[in-house]
């Protein structure tokens, strides 16, 4: 990495030169594209905004998290988990791997500093990527150039927060399960957990197991699976079957097992969507609950779950069906969005909503050496196969040029600066 004084910046920020791609995110997608490119010995410049990898892990997770599938999908490449680790390890041992995998990879990114616009600059074939640093009074601007930019910024980047009528009214405290540490402090409290995903549901667990009293909602409908059947990773034998079977059939048998094991949750206020647990995630990038003990709670009235939201008042929250309800504190466990339309001035790759407009497997290359890594809608298994695409691809461009002892671009334009 070559980097230019200030003296020579004419625009007043710094300017790097980067030799390799630049990678912006050092979560696992941003480390596994990088340790895959270390092991080919190319160069590369990892930006993150936080001041620490893993962010999402370390600072916007619940504690009783954990991997909510078996630890062989979930491992990046060329690190296997330790022997020793759980079938589903805890939040603090994916850390703890993922600490171990920057370190044996020797990845150090450039801490503290936030994308802000990336562009290709059509007049000397590069990226030009501006960042703002994330500490100090003064905001200083970076600007890196590059021939290659992997987007690793993950799937849930910004938590999202729905606007509701009279939410602003509400006098209790309100946060987004991105904050929500433990349920603890919510002891003795009616607490509305707003959304009945994976987040939802398990914090709706989390509350009811420190005697708080809360409340889902449910608005629409939604898939939930046990997460093992009979001693199996429901995924896992998901995945088996569908070697063999076509996806409804897949979908079929597992709502036939989810009966048995559950009954049916309409009865207890969670309706189930028409398409298929498999297919709604194939389709619509939808994922089904795999529950780990909320259910049995709604079943047993500990937890309860009730319809859409009308509006807030000042201690109480009017539902659909007309009932109020009164509560202390919101948990919005709505969900999360991408942020790549916010700083990435490209609209081939990606589509507005911040996901590749092409679907898994081949939404991973764009154009002028543009990759997105990590935004397949499956974990950290889709991770994994992003980020051992991209690294074979970039292999291929570095030892191309290398043959060809092609004069790098930018020492075709750096006369301009
Ligand atoms: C509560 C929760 C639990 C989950 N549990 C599982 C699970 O059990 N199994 C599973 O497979 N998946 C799970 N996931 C999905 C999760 O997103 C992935 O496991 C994984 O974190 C994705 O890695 P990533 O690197 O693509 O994104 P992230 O982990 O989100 O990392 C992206 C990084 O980019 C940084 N960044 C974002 N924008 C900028 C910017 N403009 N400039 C610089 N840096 C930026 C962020 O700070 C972050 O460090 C879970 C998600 C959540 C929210
Ligand atoms: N390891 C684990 O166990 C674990 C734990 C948590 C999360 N995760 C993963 O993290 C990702 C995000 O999960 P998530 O649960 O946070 O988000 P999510 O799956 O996007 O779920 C968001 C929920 O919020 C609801 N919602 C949104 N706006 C609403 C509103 N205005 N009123 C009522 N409901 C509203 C949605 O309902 P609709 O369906 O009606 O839109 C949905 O139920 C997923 O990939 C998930 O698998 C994994």
Redesign the pocket.
């Given at each position: 990495m070559f980097s230019f004084s200030d003296e020579n910046d004419f625009s007043g920020r710094r300017c790097v030169w980067v030799n390799g791609p630049v990678i912006?995110?050092?979560?696992?997608?941003?480390?596994?594209v990088s340790a895959c490119l270390r092991e080919q010995g190319i160069p590369f410049v990892v930006?993150?905004?936080?001041d620490?990898?893993?962010?999402?892990?370390k600072k916007?997770?619940?504690n009783r998290?954990?991997?909510?599938?078996p630890k062989k999908?979930?491992q990046l490449p060329k690190l296997p988990f330790p022997e020793e680790y759980p079938k589903?390890p805890t939040k603090k041992q994916?850390i703890t791997y993922l600490e171990n995998y920057a370190q044996k990879f020797d990845i150090k990114p450039q801490f503290n500093?936030?994308?802000?616009s990336a562009k290709y600059d059509e007049s000397c074939h590069l990226w030009r990527v501006v960042?703002v640093s994330t500490t100090g009074s003064t905001r200083s601007k970076t600007e890196y150039i590059c021939q290659m930019l992997v987007v690793?910024?993950?799937?849930?980047?910004e938590g999202v927060v729905p606007e509701i009528d009279g939410l602003q009214e509400f006098s209790g405290e309100v946060i987004h399960?991105?904050d929500y540490n433990s349920g603890e402090k919510y002891n003795g409290q009616k607490v509305l957990v707003v959304g009945c995903g994976?987040?939802g549901m398990?914090i709706s667990l989390d509350l009811s197991n420190h005697n708080a009293k809360p409340s889902i909602v449910v608005r629409s409908s939604v898939h939930v699976l046990p997460r093992e059947i009979m001693g199996k990773s429901t995924f896992d034998l998901a995945m088996m079957l569908m070697k063999w079977l076509p996806l409804w059939l897949v979908d079929k048998l597992l709502l036939i097992l989810a009966w048995f094991i559950f009954g049916n949750t309409q009865n207890y206020g969670i309706k189930r969507p028409s398409l298929g647990p498999l297919q709604l995630k194939n389709h619509h990038g939808k994922t089904p609950v795999l529950d780990i003990g909320a259910l049995q709670k709604i079943r047993s009235g500990d937890i309860t779950a009730v319809p859409g939201i009308k509006r807030f008042n000042c201690n109480s929250v009017e539902l659909v069906n007309g009932e109020t309800l009164e509560i202390d504190s919101v948990v919005l466990a709505t969900g999360?969005r991408s942020?790549v339309p916010?700083?990435l001035q490209e609209n081939d790759l990606f589509s507005k909503n911040g996901f590749p407009k092409t679907p898994f497997p081949n939404g991973w290359k764009g154009k002028h050496g543009l990759y997105a890594?990590?935004?397949t809608r499956?974990?950290?298994?889709?991770?994994s196969a992003d980020a051992i695409k991209i690294a074979q691809d970039i292999g291929e461009v570095w030892k191309e040029d290398l043959k060809n002892q092609k004069v790098p671009a930018h020492r075709r334009c750096i006369s301009t600066f």
């Open positions: 912006v995110g050092a979560g696992p997608s941003g480390l596994a930006i993150e905004r936080s620490c990898i893993a962010s999402l892990w916007r997770t619940y998290l954990k991997l909510h599938l999908f979930c589903y994916f500093e936030c994308v802000q960042t690793a910024t993950g799937e849930n980047a399960v991105k994976n987040s398990e999360y942020n916010y700083w890594s990590g935004f499956r974990g950290l298994a889709g991770v």
